[in-house]
């Protein structure tokens, strides 16, 4: 479904993306794994649109993305949770929800949507038209999760939703992210908290500086010594 | 809610009240040629107000709002006063608003070539680029002999009325009515808030802005040209810098969340020099001392979005005397 080869991206003059291959298939979890600063964020702003790609290609169900504007790739289905949430703080939630279905007629598919979404994250729709600011952090991150899903994604790609949440929160993220893949939903996720994420997904990729060194099913990635002693925290118990 | 923030919405409530009566009384009963002079002043401000506040509200900030009122006034002023333009149908005399379009379209191109270069910039860069704009604007004006250079263009025909003026600012007030409750008006909103986030969320930036930037820069033209037939002589002073800054002060003084912020703020900082008439020199003092005091006190100006629903009045006017109960 998502094919990326040989991608190059840079920051000035530092290479941040130095031939990243990569591929999604549909209905599938993928996760990359990576410590700081080794291109898990800057993979996926190249992806969304937001950076413009150096060399490689981006190809999503035979459209090449690398000319197309963030909003045209937002059409095309894919749709970045942005990193830190970002969601829009003086806007109700409601509002938020709203612009995540931005491109959207207002029909009677966007508006089951949109209730669905509230069944599901039942404290949103307690909290509809409060503003967004005043959301704790779990919420913003359901909110912005929530908006990512009102944009009826066919990719929805997530940097980095346990960063800055309380243990128990997190668990509850992973829970949201786990009942998506069940739905069938296809997600890029990019996490720091690498167990967690390799539990939920279905095959990780592993980037160091920029190249990916190792791709596997997440399996083999959670019994790989390698990666346990690197991203997660040692041998397991 | 606090006790200063209630008496801050019974001075606001009054101060539209006793406003809106005004307008309403010399509109229908006219009284003296001064008053009219002021309420007219009042509604070119709003309207340029307004389209300062329309680029803003997208979270562009721009210091070239005069510079296009200038586009807008020397443009309409050239076709009723040097070429002696005149359309008419039938009993309808519709050389003003042809003269007054033609300004706010030229004023608009002028805006659209502005928001090219504005596409790459933000904050305080974009500030300092479209008070450049604005220059450029007032000394292209200072030495194009042909609508009368530095000696400026007069003779243009008293074509501003009371009425025409009031019945701009309340189209435009619709606009902006319906603007804000559209897609565009919230796709304005997120990119303010967060333009990277509204980016991801599918608003094609480069569109939204050059269209703020357009129409910002037409409502510019229009009020431009609305003051130049009042004023009956126009020069490049006019449209200096000084009054992009007065106009920005217009919107964060009467609010910079909601379209109702510049209306009040344009209304009432044009009556209070007047009234402040014995120190006329000094009402820059003035503006510049209300300005701190109301960054301190007010940061988002008079006016906030809050204010915008009849439940709020209605609460906070019911409870007005209510002793403030401790929690």
């Known amino acids: 479904m ?20 990569l591929e999604v298939r549909e209905g599938e979890t993928v996760t990359l794994i990576g410590s700081n600063g080794a291109g898990k964020s800057t993979l996926l702003k190249t992806i969304s649109g937001v950076m413009r790609p150096r060399g490689g290609d981006i190809v999503f169900d035979g459209h090449h993305l690398n000319r197309m504007k963030p909003h045209e790739i937002v059409r095309q289905g894919i749709v970045q949770v942005q990193e830190g949430r970002a969601i829009l703080k003086r806007l109700t939630v409601l509002e938020n929800l709203e ?70 929160i997190v668990s509850e993220i992973f829970r949201i992210i786990a009942e998506m893949k069940k739905e069938g939903r296809t997600i890029l996720l990019v996490e720091q908290n690498a167990r967690k994420a390799l539990q939920v997904s279905d095959r990780g990729y592993v ?14 990635l959670l019994g790989n010594s390698e990666v346990q002693e690197a991203y997660l925290g040692g041998r397991k118990a | 809610m606090s006790t200063s923030m ?63 009122m200038g586009v807008g006034a020397y443009m309409s002023a050239s076709i009723t006063t040097l070429w002696k333009f005149h359309f008419t149908v039938g009993p309808l005399d519709l050389t003003f608003f042809i003269a007054l379009l033609a300004g706010g379209i030229l004023a608009a191109i002028v805006g659209v070539l502005t928001a090219f270069p504005a596409l790459r910039i933000r904050g305080v860069y974009l500030l300092l680029m479209t008070l450049a704009i604005s220059e450029i604007i007032r000394v292209f004006f200072l030495n194009f002999e042909y609508t009368g250079g530095a000696s400026g263009l007069g003779g243009i025909p008293p074509l501003t009325t009371i009425w025409n003026v009031y019945v701009a600012l309340v189209l435009v007030v619709l606009f902006f009515v319906r603007v804000t409750k559209s897609r565009m008006g919230r796709a304005f909103e997120s990119m303010k808030e967060d333009q990277d986030a509204a980016e991801v969320m599918g608003v094609d930036l480069t569109r939204h802005k050059v269209v703020a930037f357009a129409i910002g820069a037409f409502l510019a033209g229009i009020s431009g040209g609305l003051y ?100």
């Open chain 1, 207 to 220: 980037i160091v500086t920029g190249n990916i060194i190792l791709e596997d099913s997440c399996e083999a």
């Open chain 1, 99 to 168: 612009m995540g279905g931005y491109l959207r007629p207002r029909d009677t598919e966007y508006r089951e949507d949109l209730q669905r979404i509230f069944e599901r994250f039942p404290i949103l729709d307690q909290r509809k038209q409060q503003l967004a600011g005043s959301l704790s952090g779990g919420e913003q991150q359901m909110l912005a999760i929530a908006r990512g899903l009102m944009a009826k994604p066919r990719l929805i790609m997530m940097d980095e939703p346990s960063l800055g949440l309380a243990p128990l």
């Open chain 2, 6 to 68: 209630r008496m801050l919405s019974l001075f606001i409530a009054v101060t539209v009240v006793f406003g809106a009566y005004y307008l309403i009384a010399n509109l229908f009963f006219r009284t003296d040629a001064y008053i009219e002079s002021i309420l007219i002043f009042a509604a070119i401000n709003i309207i340029v107000s307004l389209s300062f506040y329309l680029p803003f509200s997208a979270g562009l900030l721009s210091l070239a709002q005069a510079g296009f």
């Open chain 2, 228 to 327: 130049a037939h009042y004023a009956l002589y126009i020069d490049s002073t006019n449209f200096g810098v000084f009054r992009s800054i007065e106009i920005l002060i217009f919107t964060l003084l009467g609010g910079y969340e909601i379209y109702a912020g510049p209306i009040y703020g344009g209304f009432y900082l044009t009556f209070l020099p007047e009234w402040l008439r014995i120190i006329q020199d000094w009402r820059i003092i003035i503006f510049g001392g209300l300005l701190i005091v109301m960054m301190i006190l007010r940061p988002a100006g008079l006016i906030s979005k809050e204010m915008m629903s009849l439940r709020y009045w209605r609460s906070t006017l019911a409870n007005l005397w209510k002793p403030r109960v401790e929690a």
């Open chain 1, 2 to 21: 998502l094919k990326v080869s040989n991608l190059y991206a840079a920051y000035g003059e530092i290479l941040a993306l130095k031939g990243v291959s």
